[in-house]
Structures are given as C-alpha cells and as structure tokens.
C-alpha cells in the first residue's frame, strides 16, 4: 500500500480552446465516447489506490457534481426498464466519495492546487490533470506513487515531446538520469521556443510533498500573467529533492481538439459495439478523401 492516499483534480479552467461547446457546460464533462473525461481521470486515481479526492472546481461546474452523486430518479427509470448494466454503471460512479472545493478566481494552476491546502493537510499528496489521460495497465499515478515510496520525495511526470512542442508545456532540466528516473536541476514553465533545457515534458501527473504549500502561500505570479504550479516546484527543488519519472503508456492530450478526437477513436476501437462499423466507415471516410484529392 502506497503512501500517497490523497489527490487533487483541478477542474476550474475555462476550457475556451472548446468554445462554444464550453460555453454552458464544463470542459471536464465532454464526453469520450460516452463518459465525460474527468471520469477517466478519476478511475486512473481510484485504480492507483487513492482513497481520497478533492476536485477544484469553479463557477459552471456543477454538472461535475451532479454527474458523481446519486440520482434517484434515473436509477428508478432504469430499473423499471430493466437496463440493469446500465444500473450497475451508474451506481460504481455514485460510490466513490469525492469532495469539492471552489476556487473563486481563475489565478492559474498553482493556485488551484493552493485552494486545496486544507483538504491536504501535513501528508504527501497527488495531482492529476485532466487534459492529459494516460492508458497503461500500469496507471500513470501508480507509477510515481511507486517512486514515491522509495525516495520519499516529490515526483513529477514526465514524457518526451517534439522540440516544436515545448513552449506548451513545463519542462525540466534534467541533472542525473537512473533509468526513467532523473534527478532535476530546474523546472521552467512554458519556455519560448528554441530556449527549453529538454524535449522532457510535464503531462499532468505529480506527486507533492505538503512543504509545496510554502512556496504556492507567496502566490507569485508566473508564465501567462498566472501562478504557477511549476514555479512552486521549481522552488521546492532547492530544499527538497524532486525528481521526474518518464511515465510508461499512451498520453492522449485532450485539452486540445485534434488530440480529443484522437483519443475518442482510439477509444473507440477497442469497443466490441462499436469497432467494426467504426472500421468500415472510416475505410469510406479514407477513400472518399483520396478521390477528392487524387481530383483536386
Ligand atoms: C499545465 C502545466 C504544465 C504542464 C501541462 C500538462 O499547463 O502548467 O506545466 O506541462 O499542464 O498538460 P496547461 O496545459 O494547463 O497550460
């Protein structure tokens, strides 16, 4: 059993990449086939062994509250239309216990993660991120929590990207590399391009120890006018030991449309109702697009 009981789920973005499909819904409810993405997230938690979550939501957002309580009235409807594998779905999503707290202004990811300070306590803690889904049979969370247990000190997921793609995300500079395991002089948040130490990438994954608090309590402004939760890191490097770990498995980036779409396909594939008819429209789809550009 590992050590790390706690995570967070920061959900309070705007998700204006998906306008207008965000405009009166939360980004985290969009559906991946047929379950919001934040219910991924939350399975990739509750499959590492979490007992606790805290979600960090904002103003808009309660459909993500709705969607982990009991409904009464669709479990009756249900039952009287003897759906009952639908019953059992709709029930394993009600039972875990999942807690909320909002954050009033949208001041960046580090000040979610402030938001959450109480919830935490003086114990190491987890972050998940929603616009990053990781598919192993290994979770992604599982596997810093494992690092975690033998170093006792905060490990922050990472994985190689293109060069091209740094300045999106926050990038570490690695010191020391023990198989997929890197000591880290530095973290910077979003460099400009052209200037990022590494192509090692953070997706989304951490796990922090509760002396990050210190450093996110200065609330200092970072990359994009936010706080960041990279820069309280970066911090948190020079007193403690942080290491990154490059997570194993598939990272789908559905924050952004195309990598939405991906991941929906993907995803959809692997389903036994929906595999073959998938296939053989997108053959069509595939022949369509040749002639159209064989014509062109
Ligand atoms: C956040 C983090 C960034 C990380 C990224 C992963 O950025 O600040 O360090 O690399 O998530 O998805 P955001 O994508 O919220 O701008």
Not at 28 to 48: C, F, G, K, Q, W
Request: negative net charge; glycine residues 8%; charged residues 30%.
């Amino acid at each position: 059993m590992s050590l790390i009981k706690k995570a967070i789920i920061p959900a309070a973005g705007l998700g204006t990449r998906f306008l207008p499909a965000t405009k009166a819904m939360p980004k985290e409810m969009l559906p991946i086939v047929d379950r919001p993405t934040i219910e991924y997230i939350v399975d990739e938690a509750i499959n590492s062994g979490i007992e606790d979550i805290i979600i960090v939501t904002g103003k808009g957002k309660r459909a993500i509250e709705d969607h982990f309580d009991k409904s009464f009235e669709l479990e009756e409807n249900l039952i009287k239309k003897e759906k009952f594998a639908m019953l059992e779905e709709i029930r394993k999503t009600a039972k875990i216990d999942i807690h909320y707290i909002r954050q009033k202004e949208p001041r960046g990811l580090g000040h979610a993660i402030w938001c959450a300070r109480k919830f935490i306590g003086d114990e190491p803690f987890a972050v998940l991120l929603g616009d990053d889904i990781i598919r192993n049979d290994k979770p992604g969370l599982s596997q810093l929590m494992q690092e975690y247990d033998q170093t006792n000190s905060s490990v922050i997921g990472v994985k190689k990207v293109p060069d091209e793609e740094t300045h999106r995300y926050g990038i570490i500079d690695p010191l020391e590399k023990f198989g997929k395991l890197y000591q880290v002089r530095s973290f910077v948040e979003k460099p400009e391009q052209g200037t990022a130490p590494s192509n090692l990438a953070i997706i989304g994954r951490y796990i922090l120890t509760p002396e990050i608090f210190n450093f996110l309590d200065a609330q200092k402004i970072g990359a994009g006018g936010e706080i960041q939760l990279t820069d309280a890191i970066q911090e948190l490097n020079r007193i403690q030991r942080v290491f990154a770990l490059e997570i194993e498995g598939n990272r789908y980036d559905v924050g952004e449309k195309l990598g939405f779409i991906e991941t929906t396909l993907e995803i959809a594939l692997e389903r036994d109702d929906l595999r073959e008819p998938l296939i053989s429209y997108l053959d069509q789809l595939h022949e369509k697009n040749s002639n159209r550009s064989e014509n062109r």
